[in-house]
């Protein structure tokens, strides 16, 4: 299995908050994106890294921010939680063909926003 | 902007039935076609992929699909399916080529398959 790690896998917290999610990949792969996952919606493209400190907007941006200081850490952040931020987000990583090449998941984080 | 239709919701198919999913897509020039499953509270694994060459690649657990470029499917197959098929299916299209900028792997919306005795 691809060395990929989320933290946490599950988390409830409060409308209002600030909340950071964590990917963590042992495989030295370039790229790396965030999805959401909801019903009906399948995965849908948050933000993704090409290179650290190196990073661009997907499909449904609003609300999140991301960092990637180093090539094994990208972080998600739900800069003022909501409750339409209530999902599973999947974190992937990918070698240099980026999105034409195997993309690898981890686990995901089951977030509750209350 | 490439695009992915997957038309099933929900499929039921009973264990040693055969098994065809639907994937259909829009992009300009060829794409690179996946086919992934999500076993419950899982992440995604990629099942088989298609590039070029041969328009019917063979994937993992005894899956395969079929490129049809003059009806833009990727359908996935399976000759008899096992209860431990049960998961929900993505189709997802890349871009192709070397040259492929800010364009992005996109999903379908999935396909949830529920395997009866």
């Known amino acids: 299995d691809a060395g990929i790690t989320q933290s946490p896998r599950h988390k409830v917290t409060e409308t209002g908050t600030p909340v950071t999610l964590r990917c963590h990949q042992t495989?030295?792969?370039?790229?790396m994106y965030w999805y959401r996952q909801d019903p009906g919606h399948g995965l849908r493209l948050i933000h993704y890294?090409?290179?650290?400190?190196?990073?661009d907007k997907g499909e449904v941006s609003d609300g999140y921010s991301v960092s990637r200081s180093k090539t094994e850490d990208f972080l998600l952040t739900l800069e003022s939680a909501t409750s339409s931020q209530t999902s599973v987000y999947f974190c992937?990583?990918?070698?240099?063909?980026?999105?034409?090449?195997?993309?690898?998941f981890g686990q995901g984080t089951r977030l509750t926003v209350v | 902007a490439q695009s992915v239709t997957q038309p099933d919701i929900h499929i039921t198919v009973s264990e040693g039935a055969s098994l065809e999913l639907r994937c259909n897509y829009s992009?300009?020039?060829?794409?690179?076609l996946f086919w992934y499953v999500q076993s419950p509270g899982q992440g995604l694994q990629l099942l088989l992929k298609?590039?070029?060459?041969?328009?019917l690649v063979q994937g993992i657990k005894g899956f395969e699909a079929e490129f049809k470029r003059s009806q833009s499917s990727f359908n996935l197959r399976k000759p008899s399916v096992h209860w431990s098929d049960a998961a929900e299916y993505f189709c997802?299209?890349?871009?192709?080529?070397?040259?492929?900028?800010?364009?992005?792997?996109?999903f379908g919306t999935g396909t949830r398959l529920t395997i009866i005795p």
């Open positions: 992937a990583i990918t070698g240099e063909q980026g999105p034409n090449t195997e993309a690898f």
């Open positions: 495989e030295n792969h370039r790229y």
């Open positions: 890294s090409y290179g650290v400190k190196d990073t």
């Open positions: 992009y300009g020039a060829t794409p690179y």
């Open positions: 298609y590039f070029s060459g041969d328009t």
């Open positions: 997802a299209v890349g871009p192709g080529g070397s040259n492929f900028g800010n364009e992005k792997l996109t």
